[in-house]
Protein backbone atom coordinates (compact mmCIF):
# COMPACT_ATOMS: atom_id res chain seq x y z
CA UNK A 1 0.00 0.00 0.00
CA UNK A 2 1.17 3.80 -0.48
CA UNK A 3 2.10 5.75 2.38
CA UNK A 4 1.32 9.11 3.65
CA UNK A 5 3.51 11.03 5.44
CA UNK A 6 1.69 13.98 7.60
CA UNK A 7 2.93 16.40 10.72
CA UNK A 8 2.58 14.93 13.85
CA UNK A 9 0.47 17.88 15.41
CA UNK A 10 -0.63 21.27 14.15
CA UNK A 11 -2.21 24.27 16.25
CA UNK A 12 -4.95 26.58 14.98
CA UNK A 13 -7.61 29.44 16.60
CA UNK A 14 -10.80 29.01 16.54
CA UNK A 15 -12.46 30.34 13.86
CA UNK A 16 -9.68 30.54 11.96
CA UNK A 17 -9.25 28.45 8.88
CA UNK A 18 -6.51 25.04 8.90
CA UNK A 19 -4.74 23.32 6.31
CA UNK A 20 -3.61 20.11 6.95
CA UNK A 21 -1.61 18.72 4.63
CA UNK A 22 -0.55 14.83 3.45
CA UNK A 23 2.37 14.04 1.25
CA UNK A 24 1.51 10.84 -0.91
CA UNK A 25 4.39 10.31 -3.42
CA UNK A 26 3.73 6.65 -4.39
CA UNK A 27 0.48 7.04 -4.63
CA UNK A 28 -1.10 4.82 -7.69
CA UNK A 29 -3.73 6.07 -10.53
CA UNK A 30 -6.42 4.09 -8.61
CA UNK A 31 -5.97 4.91 -5.27
CA UNK A 32 -8.66 7.67 -3.76
CA UNK A 33 -7.60 9.85 -0.71
CA UNK A 34 -9.41 9.50 2.30
CA UNK A 35 -9.16 11.41 5.37
CA UNK A 36 -10.88 10.48 8.85
CA UNK A 37 -10.41 12.07 12.25
CA UNK A 38 -10.57 10.51 15.83
CA UNK A 39 -12.33 12.98 18.49
CA UNK A 40 -11.25 12.19 21.86
CA UNK A 41 -12.68 9.15 23.19
CA UNK A 42 -14.23 8.12 20.23
CA UNK A 43 -14.11 5.84 17.37
CA UNK A 44 -12.86 7.41 14.10
CA UNK A 45 -15.41 9.45 11.61
CA UNK A 46 -15.18 9.61 8.28
CA UNK A 47 -14.72 13.29 7.15
CA UNK A 48 -13.90 13.67 2.82
CA UNK A 49 -12.51 11.73 -0.01
CA UNK A 50 -11.47 12.58 -3.49
CA UNK A 51 -9.65 11.13 -6.25
CA UNK A 52 -7.87 13.91 -8.68
CA UNK A 53 -10.97 17.11 -8.14
CA UNK A 54 -11.33 18.67 -5.01
CA UNK A 55 -14.21 18.14 -3.12
CA UNK A 56 -16.46 19.66 -0.52
CA UNK A 57 -18.83 18.62 2.11
CA UNK A 58 -20.64 20.25 4.85
CA UNK A 59 -17.92 18.80 7.24
CA UNK A 60 -14.69 20.29 5.25
CA UNK A 61 -12.84 20.45 2.00
CA UNK A 62 -10.01 18.16 -0.05
CA UNK A 63 -8.16 20.03 -1.99
CA UNK A 64 -5.65 17.03 -4.10
CA UNK A 65 -2.55 19.00 -5.93
CA UNK A 66 -2.51 18.18 -9.70
CA UNK A 67 0.41 15.66 -9.75
CA UNK A 68 -1.54 13.57 -7.30
CA UNK A 69 1.15 13.02 -5.20
CA UNK A 70 0.12 15.28 -2.23
CA UNK A 71 -3.74 16.55 -0.71
CA UNK A 72 -4.70 19.12 1.77
CA UNK A 73 -7.52 18.92 4.10
CA UNK A 74 -9.26 22.05 5.13
CA UNK A 75 -11.28 22.73 8.07
CA UNK A 76 -12.78 26.55 6.99
CA UNK A 77 -13.68 27.77 10.01
CA UNK A 78 -12.21 25.39 13.15
CA UNK A 79 -14.16 25.11 16.38
CA UNK A 80 -13.12 23.50 19.29
CA UNK A 81 -15.33 20.69 18.51
CA UNK A 82 -12.66 20.09 15.50
CA UNK A 83 -9.84 19.15 17.92
CA UNK A 84 -8.56 15.63 16.96
CA UNK A 85 -6.27 13.47 15.42
CA UNK A 86 -6.67 13.59 11.73
CA UNK A 87 -5.89 10.64 9.10
CA UNK A 88 -4.83 10.48 5.42
CA UNK A 89 -5.38 7.35 4.20
CA UNK A 90 -4.98 6.03 0.62
CA UNK A 91 -7.49 3.15 -0.33
CA UNK A 92 -6.70 1.48 -3.73
CA UNK A 93 -10.22 1.11 -5.69
CA UNK A 94 -10.46 -1.99 -5.82
CA UNK A 95 -13.35 -4.53 -5.77
CA UNK A 96 -12.69 -7.03 -2.52
CA UNK A 97 -10.31 -4.40 -1.36
CA UNK A 98 -11.98 -2.61 1.74
CA UNK A 99 -9.64 -2.79 4.63
CA UNK A 100 -8.17 1.38 5.56
CA UNK A 101 -4.43 1.10 6.89
CA UNK A 102 -4.02 3.74 9.39
CA UNK A 103 -1.22 5.96 9.91
CA UNK A 104 -0.07 8.10 12.93
CA UNK A 105 -1.99 10.71 11.74
CA UNK A 106 -2.30 14.73 12.80
CA UNK A 107 -3.61 15.73 15.94
CA UNK A 108 -5.26 19.48 15.73
CA UNK A 109 -5.13 21.99 18.87
CA UNK A 110 -7.29 24.20 18.48
CA UNK A 111 -7.21 27.15 20.70
CA UNK A 112 -9.60 29.69 21.82
CA UNK B 1 -24.16 7.82 16.79
CA UNK B 2 -22.81 5.96 13.41
CA UNK B 3 -25.26 3.88 14.08
CA UNK B 4 -22.82 0.64 14.70
CA UNK B 5 -23.17 -1.03 18.67
CA UNK B 6 -20.03 -2.63 20.36
CA UNK B 7 -20.58 -4.45 24.15
CA UNK B 8 -19.56 -4.20 26.59
CA UNK B 9 -18.11 -0.41 27.02
CA UNK B 10 -15.60 -1.71 28.82
CA UNK B 11 -14.19 -4.83 30.44
CA UNK B 12 -11.73 -5.89 32.97
CA UNK B 13 -10.10 -9.47 32.69
CA UNK B 14 -6.57 -11.23 33.79
CA UNK B 15 -3.86 -13.05 31.86
CA UNK B 16 -4.52 -16.45 30.28
CA UNK B 17 -8.62 -15.54 30.44
CA UNK B 18 -10.19 -15.29 27.22
CA UNK B 19 -12.85 -12.48 26.55
CA UNK B 20 -15.39 -12.03 23.51
CA UNK B 21 -16.19 -8.60 22.12
CA UNK B 22 -19.45 -8.10 20.14
CA UNK B 23 -20.32 -5.55 17.02
CA UNK B 24 -23.87 -4.84 15.28
CA UNK B 25 -23.34 -2.97 12.28
CA UNK B 26 -24.93 -0.38 10.66
CA UNK B 27 -28.58 -1.22 9.44
CA UNK B 28 -27.57 -2.87 5.73
CA UNK B 29 -23.79 -3.07 6.17
CA UNK B 30 -22.40 -6.10 4.65
CA UNK B 31 -19.17 -5.57 6.33
CA UNK B 32 -17.64 -5.61 9.82
CA UNK B 33 -14.00 -4.64 10.08
CA UNK B 34 -12.27 -4.84 13.63
CA UNK B 35 -9.15 -2.50 14.48
CA UNK B 36 -7.01 -2.52 17.52
CA UNK B 37 -5.83 0.83 18.90
CA UNK B 38 -3.10 0.82 21.73
CA UNK B 39 -0.92 3.53 22.22
CA UNK B 40 2.14 2.09 21.14
CA UNK B 41 0.93 0.89 17.57
CA UNK B 42 -1.95 3.41 16.76
CA UNK B 43 -5.00 1.97 14.95
CA UNK B 44 -4.31 -1.66 13.59
CA UNK B 45 -6.59 -3.35 11.14
CA UNK B 46 -7.21 -7.12 12.15
CA UNK B 47 -9.46 -8.31 10.39
CA UNK B 48 -12.57 -8.10 7.95
CA UNK B 49 -16.00 -9.91 7.11
CA UNK B 50 -18.31 -9.43 4.31
CA UNK B 51 -21.96 -11.14 4.49
CA UNK B 52 -20.75 -13.83 6.83
CA UNK B 53 -17.38 -14.41 5.05
CA UNK B 54 -13.52 -13.42 6.09
CA UNK B 55 -12.76 -11.30 3.75
CA UNK B 56 -9.11 -9.57 4.55
CA UNK B 57 -6.98 -10.07 7.40
CA UNK B 58 -4.20 -7.62 8.46
CA UNK B 59 -2.61 -7.40 11.90
CA UNK B 60 -4.71 -10.39 13.76
CA UNK B 61 -2.55 -12.50 16.08
CA UNK B 62 -3.58 -16.18 15.95
CA UNK B 63 -4.99 -16.10 19.56
CA UNK B 64 -7.58 -13.60 18.43
CA UNK B 65 -10.64 -14.94 15.96
CA UNK B 66 -13.55 -13.24 14.40
CA UNK B 67 -17.00 -14.58 13.00
CA UNK B 68 -19.90 -12.76 11.31
CA UNK B 69 -23.02 -14.45 11.52
CA UNK B 70 -26.36 -14.66 9.52
CA UNK B 71 -28.03 -11.67 11.35
CA UNK B 72 -24.51 -9.86 10.33
CA UNK B 73 -23.65 -8.61 13.88
CA UNK B 74 -19.93 -10.39 14.47
CA UNK B 75 -17.63 -11.43 17.37
CA UNK B 76 -14.04 -10.93 18.49
CA UNK B 77 -12.89 -13.40 20.34
CA UNK B 78 -9.27 -12.84 22.11
CA UNK B 79 -8.19 -15.79 24.40
CA UNK B 80 -4.86 -16.67 26.17
CA UNK B 81 -5.07 -12.92 27.12
CA UNK B 82 -1.48 -10.81 27.55
CA UNK B 83 -0.61 -7.02 29.19
CA UNK B 84 0.24 -5.97 26.27
CA UNK B 85 -3.95 -6.71 24.48
CA UNK B 86 -4.89 -4.31 26.84
CA UNK B 87 -6.29 -1.90 24.07
CA UNK B 88 -9.07 0.05 22.68
CA UNK B 89 -10.69 -2.20 20.08
CA UNK B 90 -13.20 -0.80 17.48
CA UNK B 91 -15.74 -2.36 15.46
CA UNK B 92 -16.78 -0.54 11.76
CA UNK B 93 -19.30 -1.34 9.40
CA UNK B 94 -19.58 -0.53 5.80
CA UNK B 95 -21.88 -1.28 2.65
CA UNK B 96 -19.00 -2.92 1.31
CA UNK B 97 -19.72 -3.62 -2.14
CA UNK B 98 -18.15 -0.17 -3.92
CA UNK B 99 -14.51 -1.40 -2.77
CA UNK B 100 -12.27 0.86 -1.32
CA UNK B 101 -12.27 3.89 -3.10
CA UNK B 102 -15.66 4.72 -2.20
CA UNK B 103 -16.50 2.89 0.93
CA UNK B 104 -16.96 4.77 3.82
CA UNK B 105 -16.49 3.21 7.43
CA UNK B 106 -18.22 3.98 10.20
CA UNK B 107 -16.99 3.11 13.20
CA UNK B 108 -18.23 2.14 17.18
CA UNK B 109 -17.61 4.01 20.31
CA UNK B 110 -14.93 0.81 21.08
CA UNK B 111 -14.26 -1.59 24.09
CA UNK B 112 -12.02 -0.99 26.03
CA UNK B 113 -9.99 -3.86 27.16
CA UNK B 114 -7.78 -4.33 30.20
CA UNK B 115 -5.78 -6.81 31.19
CA UNK B 116 -4.52 -7.07 34.56
Known amino acids: DAKTTQPNSMESNEEEPVHLPCNHSTISGTDYIHWYRQLPSQGPEYVIHGLTSNVNNRMASLAIAEDRKSSTLILHRATLRDAAVYYCILRRGAYNNNDMRFGAGTRLTVKP | DSGVTQTPKHLITATGQRVTLRCSPR?????VYWYQQSLDQGLQFLIQ???????AKGNILERFSAQQFPDLHSELNLSSLELGDSALYFC???????????????FGPGTRLTVL
Open chain 2, 49 to 55: YYNGEER
Open chain 2, 27 to 31: SGDLS
Open chain 2, 92 to 106: ASSVGLAGGGTDTQY
